[in-house]
């Protein structure tokens, strides 16, 4: 009883001193596929994707590299599943990437060992980073002792833990109806040649285990997130108590294109990857032919719809599971547009390794290429200044807007059908997807109220200035090359800053010739008001 005791107020102080749902609003998410990030040694030997094995990568290799993370201005990493998994190659390769989980309790060796994980942990919290740990609750995976179409399979449970007989899992049966909801939560994930075995949650021991497990995950490695895969396949209900037990920030992947479906989850998940806007975000910055009312569409349902509108969401245009947004173009400007997206998208936005470096892997498993392959090269790597600067703008719309965070991102209404404009001040975002061989035009009217009369802005990506319109108070901007741009005030810009420092040493300039303009105005005042005195 002592000991329980003593385990309880443990948590419960770990949970006080837990990152909240609303410290996480404010970061950048970077996420690793724990294996081809960095090898522990630094040594850079070939891997080869397609052959979906283990190439090396460790936790203290990710440690060794955390500057070439926290230079491109992120604040929180999210890595591969930390738990052991199958060790035999299967018919479709090595665990590499950790969502085939044998033993929950047990890190995966291939990764490091426990006091790696534990200085992970530290290290990133000495850079005021989180740590985010991806998690597989669902299922287990476990390659049949006699591989047939006939089910039920056969398998060897002891080789399992802590789940060990048949009856901790639901019976064999592999989803074939994704809009059968049932079938769904009870029915099992892979295939004949590598059944994932659905884990029985309704079970109250089942359930007191994984609840046993997260806690003592999250406390014994100081996480400070999870990102939880396949949340829809476990029953809605389980989440509340699941999440909640963790005393951590907790994000769902809900893998549809439907924002009501989606929307049933943020009402017991702190937050969901933003999968509806992906899929018409995707096809409306793939060329000029994309489609941005379905974009925006998808964008109001959501606000409209989710518990927290989109403020809750993670945002993101590449991850592990789905195919690199240059295998779809390969103009440069597309790929600069819809980067562009999640850092003025009112959720928390994650770039996926290797996307800063132009990687062009198509689905699984090419996408999962080697981050060494790049020698980790920052210099004279578009992607990497351009994502760089939009951390950077993000976190001084941040320090700059007290609501920046909370409040919602607007569509200004445009003519032309290749660009979008996004209002959340101080930022506005023009985005296009004419591409590179275009010059695209945006228009924003006075009446939309976004900006002094003769204003001074900055595009933060070009350092180009702009005036509003003095009488007006429109702005016309035009891009060359079909480049997004973001613009801000300039008053907002730091001359000691990492943003167009020479836009911002002009504004502070001008403030500075219109103080002294308004003070010698006033001293002239003032002696003539003392002259009048002795007359």
Not at 293 to 301: C, I, N, Q
Request: proline share 5%.
């Amino acid at each position: 009883m002592l000991f329980r005791s003593m385990a309880a107020t443990l948590f419960f102080v770990a949970s006080a001193a837990a990152a909240s749902a609303a410290d996480w609003r404010s970061r950048s998410i970077y996420q690793v596929v724990t294996d081809r990030f960095a090898t522990t040694n630094g040594l850079t030997g070939p891997c080869d994707p397609s052959a979906r094995k283990y190439c090396g990568g460790t936790w203290q290799g990710l440690i060794n590299r955390l500057d070439y993370i926290q230079n491109m201005g992120f604040d929180a990493v999210w890595i591969s599943p930390v738990s052991a998994n199958v060790e035999e190659e299967t018919a479709y390769g090595d665990a590499y990437h950790g969502y085939w989980t044998r033993d929950l309790n047990t890190l995966n060796p291939k990764f490091g060992t426990p006091g790696d994980l534990k200085a992970l942990g530290s290290a990133l919290r000495d850079r005021n980073m989180y740590l985010m740990v991806d998690v597989v609750v669902n299922h287990y995976a476990a390659p049949p002792t006699n591989i047939s179409d006939k089910i039920p399979q056969s398998f060897d449970f002891t080789s399992l833990a802590p789940f060990t007989s048949a009856n901790d899992f639901h019976p064999q049966c592999f989803i074939t109806d994704t809009s059968n909801q049932t079938e769904v939560e009870q029915c099992w994930l892979g295939d004949a040649s590598l059944p994932l075995l659905d884990i029985d949650t309704e079970n109250p021991t089942n359930f007191e285990m994984l609840r046993s497990w997260i806690v003592n995950l999250v406390l014994e490695y100081n996480i400070d997130g999870l990102r939880i895969s396949d949340a829809r396949y476990i029953r809605q209900s389980f989440w509340r108590d699941f999440a909640g037990a963790s005393g951590v920030f907790a994000m769902g992947e809900i893998l549809s294109d439907n924002v009501s479906y989606t929307s049933d989850y943020t009402q017991v998940l702190d937050a969901v990857l933003d999968y509806p806007t992906w899929f018409t975000l995707v096809e409306a910055f793939s060329g000029a032919k994309g489609n941005f009312d379905s974009l925006m569409r998808t964008v109001l349902e959501s606000q409209e719809k989710y518990a927290s509108g989109l403020c809750m969401t993670g945002s993101f245009v590449e991850n592990y599971d789905q195919p690199r947004f240059p295998s779809f173009t390969k103009d440069e400007s597309l790929i600069k547009n819809a980067i562009t997206w999640p850092f003025i998208h009112d959720g928390i936005p994650i770039v996926y390794y290797g996307q800063e470096q132009g990687f062009q892997g198509g689905a699984v498993p090419s996408n999962h290429e080697s981050l060494w392959s790049s020698d980790y090269h920052v210099y004279q790597k578009p992607l990497v200044q351009h994502i760089t600067d939009l951390n950077a703008v993000r976190k001084l719309a941040i320090n700059s807007k007290q609501n920046f965070l909370t409040s919602q991102m607007t569509f200004v209404p445009q003519l032309n059908d290749n660009v979008i404009a996004i209002s959340k001040p101080p930022l506005l975002a023009l985005l296009t997807n004419a591409g590179n061989s275009s010059t695209a035009t945006w228009t924003i009217p006075g009446n939309a109220g976004l900006f002094l009369k003769g204003q001074t802005l900055v595009d933060v990506l070009t350092c180009q200035s702009y005036n509003v319109d003095p009488v007006t108070g429109s702005l016309t901007v035009e891009s060359r090359y079909g480049l997004p741009q973001v613009i801000l005030p300039a008053r907002y810009l730091d001359s000691r800053g990492s943003l167009c420092t020479g836009a911002a040493q002009n504004s502070a300039r001008r403030i500075m010739r219109n103080h002294l303009s308004v003070s010698g105005v006033a001293i002239l005042i003032g002696l003539i008001t003392t002259i009048h005195s002795f007359i």
